[in-house]
């Protein structure tokens, strides 16, 4: 494995390039966005790409999208029914979730690969969507199912990788070479799971 490298500090890094060969905490992001005058709202991998261009385009700040949504009904107030079509401004606040309680019972929960099924069929109804929660939950009970880890989660995805293939660590294990495999550069600023991190 290569030798440790020490990361440089930001005011020592001059392009997005090399900004994202490196891990960064979400704490730090922000800092540097607080440094640099830039908007220091929004999820990690938006600070990242904010900074990132903000090198490369001598401080400028990257333009968001818009995302227009075209529907006006009230998720929070609105009568909701079985029938009720789902929206491109659809929200899981306390009204979705009584009503999702209503149909499915106490045991129902709010989760995230349930929410992305949501967002992701506009035009369904909620008599849909509570059925697929149920198919949700039923794939929890295949020995074989693996919960899909979203990208921006790294912590999470190394260490399931690095237990299934080195059976009898543990956590604390996994941890250890986390934090040894987060201080060297990537291309990418992602860290991912190595059987050679067992060298580091």
């Not at 990242?48 to 990257?62: E, H, K, M, P, V």
């Not at 969507?129 to 979203?150: C, M, N, S, T």
């Not at 260490?159 to 293939?165: A, G, K, Q």
């Amino acid at each position: 494995m290569s030798k440790k490298v020490q990361r440089p500090t930001f005011e020592e890094i001059k392009s997005g390039s090399e900004f994202n060969r490196w891990y960064w905490l979400k704490e730090e992001l922000i800092d540097i966005c607080k440094q640099s005058g830039l908007p220091y709202g929004g999820g990690k991998f938006e600070l990242r790409d904010r900074i990132s261009y903000a090198l490369d385009n001598d401080g400028q700040l990257l333009k968001k999208q818009k995302q227009t949504k075209t529907s006006n009904f009230n998720w929070a107030k609105a009568i909701l029914g079985p029938e009720t079509v789902i929206t491109d401004n659809i929200t899981f606040g306390p009204n979705f979730r009584n009503f999702m309680k209503k149909e499915i019972g106490n045991r129902f929960s709010c989760h995230s690969d349930f929410m992305d099924w949501v967002k992701s069929n506009t035009g369904k109804t909620l008599q849909d969507a509570a059925d697929q929660w149920i198919v949700l939950e039923k794939r929890k009970q295949d020995p074989d199912f693996k919960r899909e880890i979203a990208d921006h989660n790294m912590y999470a995805q190394y260490t399931r990788d690095f237990l299934e293939d080195n059976l009898g660590m543990t956590l604390k294990d996994a941890c250890k070479y986390w934090l040894l495999k987060r201080q060297l550069p990537t291309e990418t600023g992602f860290i991912k799971y190595d059987p050679r991190d067992l060298n580091l």
